[in-house]
């Protein structure tokens, strides 16, 4: 069975591009995280979405920060515009219900320059 | 002030040796505790859920003290494999809490 899925794995881009990353949860999961992975601050949630309806937003960390999903197997996070500081690690994680065990993804490794 | 607080490390230790791993909370209300294990370049995975009567999973036994809101992690008879980080994590609802994580170093 596969877990869950994250593209693009790696991502360069120049300040002031958009980005979006993907997610594809695990099959019948139906609660959906986005996490940020820095050394500075190590890992943080973002987002979380339950049913696809998102539940806490308390941490995206401002306006350029966007997510969506659109349906219960794939989910969006943009940034518009990126900024240097963005560049980390961003990770998607799904679970069973909201409080089960989260499975991650195996990231997205943004570089903005 | 971070919510999960663990020494950084590196931690490094000989094969075979027994080290452990401490974590604070600072959240009273946090309702689960759990490890996670996260080698280089990927993503975190489950390890083991942390439970006040303590929880052993072979060489790997976790404790919860909840009146000193302190977690630990023991590893007995370390193998090159553990190298990794170990994180931290106190749940509240849905949403999980990470340490920094506790960097493990296992030399031959």
């Known amino acids: 069975d596969a877990g869950v899925i994250q593209s693009p794995r790696h991502e360069v881009t120049e300040m002031g591009q958009e980005v979006t990353l993907r997610c594809k949860p695990i099959?019948?999961?139906?609660?959906l995280f986005w996490y940020r992975q820095t050394m500075m601050r190590g890992l943080e949630l973002l987002i979380y979405?339950?049913?696809?309806?998102?539940?806490?937003d308390s941490g995206m960390p401002e306006d350029r920060f966007s997510a969506k999903m659109p349906n219960a197997s794939f989910s969006t996070l943009k940034i518009q515009p990126s900024e240097p500081r963005d560049s980390a690690v961003y990770f998607c994680a799904s679970s069973l219900a909201g409080d089960n065990e989260q499975f991650f993804g195996p990231g997205t490794r943004l570089t903005v320059l | 002030r971070k919510e999960v607080e663990q020494d950084p490390g590196p931690f490094n230790v000989p094969e075979g040796a027994t080290v452990a791993f401490n974590c604070t909370y600072s959240?009273?209300?946090?309702?689960?505790f759990f490890w996670y294990r996260q080698d280089c370049r990927k993503e975190p995975k489950l390890l083991m859920s942390v439970y006040s009567s303590g929880n052993e999973d072979g060489r790997f036994t976790a404790q919860l003290n909840r009146a000193s809101q302190y977690i630990s992690l023991l590893i007995r008879d370390s193998k090159l494999s553990d190298s990794a980080t170990y994180l931290c994590?106190?749940?509240?609802?849905?949403?999980?809490?990470f340490g920094k994580g506790t960097m493990l170093l296992v030399s031959p």
């Open positions: 994590v106190a749940q509240m609802y849905s949403t999980l809490t």
């Open positions: 979405f339950n049913n696809n309806v998102p539940i806490d």
């Open positions: 959240n009273s209300a946090s309702q689960s």
């Open positions: 099959s019948g999961h139906n609660s």
